[in-house]
């Protein structure tokens, strides 16, 4: 997630689907759920411009790193798991994930966070990869060589069933696979209004 082809690929690629699916507007506060090194967080400042954004992450070099990498006022940045958010209720305008809830052992957890601590009607707007994508071609040397929680990996038909059952509306839905070489997907969720 850290390394440059990684962000390329985030902006030229990743970013222009959802774009795409969503037209928020007027956000006052975002998530990022696994900031990593920043790279999303400059990511969602230039493209969705939010007047502050919170970026999260487990790892707290990695929070060091996109501090120093984003010195702007409007951005702060916590050690903090996203299956436990330290946040009120209905605090958030959107939540952005780029690639991290199927690393989440309790994805179902960290998507209840998500969906309390959003706003009615407030979006999600992700790009994660699901089980399909480590079950042939070059995933199935990924799931070699990588770390990821595989026995409580989603499909993504059950993730996207799950965010139904807690009261989310799936308003875009596309996979992708460029260059036949990864299997991901795009979406951008609406919570119902309460």
Same mark, same amino acid.
């Not at 990869?129 to 595989?150: C, N, Q, V």
């Given at each position: 997630?850290?390394? #440059?082809?990684?962000?390329?690929?985030?902006?030229?690629?990743?970013?222009?689907?959802?774009? *795409?699916?969503?037209?928020?507007?007027?956000?006052?506060?975002?998530?990022?759920?696994?900031?990593?090194? @920043?790279?999303?967080?400059?990511?969602?400042?230039? %493209?969705? $411009?939010?007047?502050?954004?919170?970026?999260?992450?487990?790892?707290?070099?990695?929070?060091?790193?996109? $501090?120093?990498?984003?010195?702007?006022? *409007?951005?702060?940045?916590?050690?903090?798991?996203? =299956?436990?958010?330290?946040? #009120?209720?209905?605090?958030?305008?959107?939540?952005?994930?780029?690639?991290?809830?199927?690393?989440? #052992?309790? %994805?179902?957890?960290?998507?209840?966070?998500?969906?309390?601590?959003?706003? #009615?009607? @407030?979006?999600?707007?992700?790009?994660?990869? $699901?089980?399909?994508?480590?079950?042939?071609?070059?995933?199935?040397?990924?799931?070699?060589? $990588?770390?990821?929680?595989?026995? =409580?990996? %989603?499909?993504?038909?059950?993730?996207?069933?799950?965010?139904?059952?807690? @009261?989310?509306?799936?308003?875009?839905?596309?996979? *992708?696979?460029?260059?036949?070489?990864?299997?991901?997907? =795009?979406?951008?969720?609406?919570?119902?209004?309460?």
């Amino acid at each position: 997630m850290n390394n #440059p082809m990684r962000a390329l690929v985030q902006e030229k690629y990743e970013l222009k689907i959802l774009r *795409s699916m969503t037209s928020i507007k007027d956000a006052r506060r975002v998530l990022e759920i696994g900031c990593g090194n @920043g790279n999303g967080i400059k990511l969602i400042k230039k %493209y969705f $411009s939010p007047e502050h954004i919170v970026g999260i992450d487990l790892d707290d070099r990695m929070i060091k790193l996109a $501090s120093k990498r984003n010195p702007d006022a *409007s951005i702060s940045f916590k050690v903090m798991d996203a =299956s436990n958010l330290d946040f #009120p209720d209905t605090y958030f305008d959107a939540v952005f994930d780029f690639g991290i809830i199927h690393h989440i #052992p309790d %994805y179902r957890g960290a998507l209840k966070e998500i969906k309390r601590v959003l706003k #009615p009607k @407030g979006e999600l707007i992700l790009e994660d990869m $699901s089980i399909e994508a480590f079950t042939g071609g070059i995933g199935k040397l990924w799931r070699i060589l $990588s770390d990821h929680p595989y026995q =409580s990996m %989603y499909t993504a038909e059950q993730f996207t069933g799950f965010l139904k059952e807690i @009261g989310f509306t799936v308003k875009n839905y596309k996979k *992708s696979n460029p260059f036949k070489m990864v299997k991901f997907f =795009s979406l951008n969720a609406v919570k119902d209004g309460e």
